[in-house]
Structure formats: C-alpha cells, structure tokens
C-alpha cells in the first residue's frame, strides 16, 4: 500500500519537509549555491531551459505523486530559521533490475561537511523501511569524491554491496558518466 510523504524530524537541529512548492525559491536559492555541483544529483536539468521553471515542475511533480506515495522527496530544513539545506529522496528510477526506489540527496555547499547527508538518509532508510522489505539503489559518479564516500559510508552502515550489474552511463551536463550502482536491503 503506497504510503504519503510526512514529515520526519531528525533531531532538534534537522527536519525533512515533504516537498512542496513552498520552498520553492528557498530550494533554487540553494541550488545557484552550489551550482554546477548540484547536476550530479539532478542530472535530468538542462542548462538551456529556464532552471526556475525546472524545479518548479519538478517540485510541483513531487508534491503530487509524494501524497500517492508514488515518489517521496523531502526539502531538508533546519527548523530554528526554516532555511533550506537540501534536498533528498526516493524515486523510481532505477536501473540494478532488483531495487525498488533509487535514493538521490543533495546538500547546499555552505552546508556541507556537517553529517546533514548522513543524518538525512538514515533517518528517510528509516522511515522507508517501517512498512516492508524492500531493495534501495544508490547511484553515485565514482569521481565525484564527497558523493561516493557518502554512498560508500551508507553501504557499511546498512549492510549493502556493489552491484556492478547495475552500473549505467548518466549524462550529467551533456558529459556521459559511467555511475557506480549499490544495493542496499531496508526494513
């Protein structure tokens, strides 16, 4: 039974709000921040397009299918001031042929280097693994050294592994990247 994204808090100093188009501005804010960093975890942006545009649609996107419980993405927030930190989700866009949702985070880079990742995807393995079983993938450009010492932090924690099988070429910016695939069995 799909499940609606709700809210999660982490601890005092982080919540994950489902996104909305709400925190729109704040969100692409936090994108020009740490642009062209950010594409790697929004490969699907094109620079010839209107980037407000894009994350509207994108964020309209999720906010509707997230109360289906047919994708979950959550605005990462830190609560005493409400500013945006990032972004973090669940999709279904994978490409192992064993997982169920694909995990993609994001965090501003003056926000960086603070465990708001680490804190953020435990807590949404967490939250998706109270109701079933279920096979997580994580994808990750093997030269993108914060991004894979995150992937490779979330693995040992959770027990996964390397699913060569899974890797698969992701253009990002028009560049074609072979990215590295990890399974990773929650609940």
């Known amino acids: 039974m799909p ?3 709700s809210t999660i808090r982490v601890n005092d100093n982080l919540i994950l709000r489902p996104a909305s188009l709400e925190h729109s501005s704040d969100l692409i804010e936090a994108f020009e921040e740490t642009w062209p960093e950010v594409s790697w975890a929004m490969p699907w942006i094109i620079a010839d397009v ?3 545009q894009q994350i509207e649609e994108f964020i309209d996107e999720t906010e ?3 109360r289906k419980g047919l994708l979950h993405h959550w605005i990462i927030i830190r609560p005493w001031d409400n500013a945006v930190l990032g972004l973090i989700g669940f999709d279904r866009i994978t490409r192992s042929g064993k997982a169920v949702w694909n995990l993609g985070y994001w965090v501003r880079s003056s926000a960086q280097q603070h465990g708001i990742a680490r804190m953020s995807v435990d807590a949404v393995l967490n939250w ?3 109701i079933d079983k ?3 993938e994580l994808k990750v450009d093997p030269n993108n050294t914060p991004g894979l010492s995150t992937v490779l932090r979330i ?3 959770w027990s996964g592994k390397r ?3 899974g890797d698969s070429a992701i253009t990002i910016s028009g560049i074609r990247t072979i990215h590295e695939c990890y399974l990773v069995d929650i609940g």
């Open 3 to 5: 499940r609606a994204t």
């Open 50 to 52: 209107s980037f407000k």
């Open 64 to 66: 509707r299918k997230g």
């Open 163 to 165: 699913y060569i099988e």
């Open 134 to 136: 279920i096979c997580i």
């Open 128 to 130: 998706i693994g109270e």
């Open 155 to 157: 693995v040992k924690k």
